[in-house]
């Protein structure tokens, strides 16, 4: 039974125009990495911080991983992660998105359980635009991702759109709530502000 065993939080980026690193952000003072992965602990038994700065993370029980290819962006972060998840499907999620839909992961679980078809990633399209967080990944799409780093070919919608993928279309997304917020990257700190974090 295929199932969604790990959660992988990507962190890093430059954080410009927030001004600080996004990573001190506080949420229900706690880190926001840290609020992100206690909202995905009921739902899976690992969850992998994918960050270059491991000492902030050493304490947190969680998994820490660095990224195996450097200053590649997020695509390189999703291959570390997934490089280093014991489960087959991880639910991939930005470090700087807080905002969790668990009947949602539980449905992506779902749909892969009634498949039969061997699927790279599970990902959400919003009026014609894919979402590469949010989203669920196999290992079987590491090769790919490879290949699509060395190409420096660094656009995580172009390797969805090339990988098999199954997309979650608007419509569905709907049965659970799903907003604009889930998909919502903190940037700024008007963002902080509008979303009362």
């Known amino acids: 039974m295929v199932k969604i065993e790990s959660a992988i939080i990507l962190c890093g980026g430059k954080s410009t125009r927030m001004g600080f690193d996004k990573q001190n952000i506080r949420i229900h003072d706690r880190p926001i990495v840290l609020h992100i992965a206690s909202q995905l602990e009921p739902l899976v038994n690992e969850i992998i911080i994918v960050t270059n700065t491991p000492e902030r993370y050493d304490s947190s029980g ?3 991983v660095g990224d195996v290819l450097k200053d590649c962006g997020p695509i390189a972060g999703v291959y570390s992660g997934l490089l280093n998840s014991s489960s087959q499907f991880s639910y991939v999620v930005a470090g700087d998105m807080p905002f969790i839909n668990q009947d949602y992961i539980r449905y992506l679980e779902k749909i892969l359980k009634s498949t039969e078809e061997d699927l ?3 990902a959400m399209r919003r009026k014609g635009i894919i979402e590469p967080f949010h989203a669920a990944y196999s290992k079987s799409v590491c090769p790919l991702l490879y ?3 060395q190409q420096k070919n660094y656009r995580l ?3 969805i759109e090339s990988a098999n993928t199954r997309y979650i279309e608007e419509r569905e997304g709907s049965k659970f709530d799903i907003t ?4 919502i990257n903190l940037n700024t700190v008007r963002d902080l502000d509008d979303h009362n974090l």
């Open 157 to 159: 919608y172009k390797l």
């Open 120 to 122: 790279d990633v599970l």
């Open 147 to 149: 290949e699509y780093i």
């Open 62 to 64: 969680y998994r820490v």
């Open 180 to 183: 604009d917020e889930m998909f």
